[in-house]
């Protein structure tokens, strides 16, 4: 919100200005990349300072929502890139969950991804914005959109939702089918939506997080499908902290969309691996009731 209020409230003289999820950035840079250096052939060369020139004519103020750095493929580009923009006078905006020195912590190769910390710190004014307060905490109304145990009753109510959705008239049913393996195609590949409509998509947790699937896969699902659903949410330990990444960047897709998510958990979110307590808050923020 606050990042979208700066966005928005930018003097009108500023044209040339871009607001955009990181992951949605970091996508965008690598398919730049990749094509500049197929136009460089064989002579080669850096592709990044054509990249990072061509990002800077397009766009003088950049607003990163949602900073974080997981993937060792941005994370090696990370501090070249953002040189290149800084060069080329784009003041970039950025917020974050993490301070700079705790991003990509444990990370394979941190050590190559220490200069990109040290000129985030060194080139920009890093701001805490903890007012000792954490609003995701306070109580409000309930919004129907989390169910737990995995009862059949709590089945029962998510598969009505679903059904009041995906066909609220016999005619809506006839337009816009539930179609099974539903395929979407996304850099090159094919993802299967198991149950899904035009608008609304049906996942297990498996389904969803159980594979291996990135940043770019969610934010394609959560372009296509305005309204998701997932199931059988477990309770995650150590064993499964690469599910637990998975899901809140599949969160943050969400809530960047501004897609509606609805879940069922075997367990109360209190209960949870503790890494899966931010992305269960941040649904509190971007799910609404049916």
């Known amino acids: 919100m606050l990042m979208d209020l700066f966005y928005q409230t930018l003097p009108p003289s500023i044209t040339r200005k871009r607001r955009v999820h990181f992951h949605a950035f970091m996508i965008d ?15 080669g060369g850096d592709p990044i300072g054509p990249v990072a020139r061509d990002l800077a004519k397009e766009a003088y103020v950049l607003c990163f ?19 290149g923009l800084m060069d080329h006078g784009v003041v970039c905006v950025i917020t974050s969950n993490r301070h700079p020195d705790e991003l990509y912590k444990n990370g394979i190769q941190r050590s190559s991804f220490i200069p990109a910390i040290e000129l ?40 009505k939702i679903f059904n009041s959705l995906t066909c609220p008239t016999p005619t809506a049913a006839l337009q816009d089918p539930v179609i099974e393996n539903r395929p979407i195609t996304t850099w090159g590949r094919t993802l299967r939506v198991p149950l899904s409509t035009s608008k609304v998509a049906r996942f297990s947790f498996e ?12 934010l394609e699902v959560t372009k ?10 477990p309770k995650m330990g150590m064993d499964r902290k690469d599910m637990a990444r998975r899901f809140i960047t599949f969160i943050d897709a969400c809530y960047e969309s501004k897609a509606r998510f609805l879940y069922r958990q075997k367990y109360p979110y209190t209960r949870s691996f503790r ?16």
């Open 120 to 159: 985030l710190k060194s080139r920009f004014e890093v701001t805490d914005l903890d007012s000792g307060t954490d609003y995701r905490r306070i109580p409000r109304a309930l919004s129907h959109v989390y169910y737990h145990p995995l009862t059949p009753e709590n089945k029962a109510e998510i598969d």
């Open 275 to 290: 890494m899966i307590r931010r992305a269960q808050e941040r649904a509190s923020q971007i799910t609404c009731g049916v």
């Open 65 to 83: 929502d949602e900073f974080q750095v997981t993937d060792i493929a941005d994370a090696m580009i990370l501090r070249r890139l953002l040189e």
């Open 29 to 43: 840079a690598h398919k730049r990349i990749h094509a500049t250096k197929l136009l460089m052939g064989h002579s």
């Open 224 to 233: 296509q499908f305005s309204t998701l659903f997932i199931t059988d949410v």
């Open 207 to 218: 389904e969803i997080c159980g594979r291996p699937l990135s940043a770019a896969d969610y």
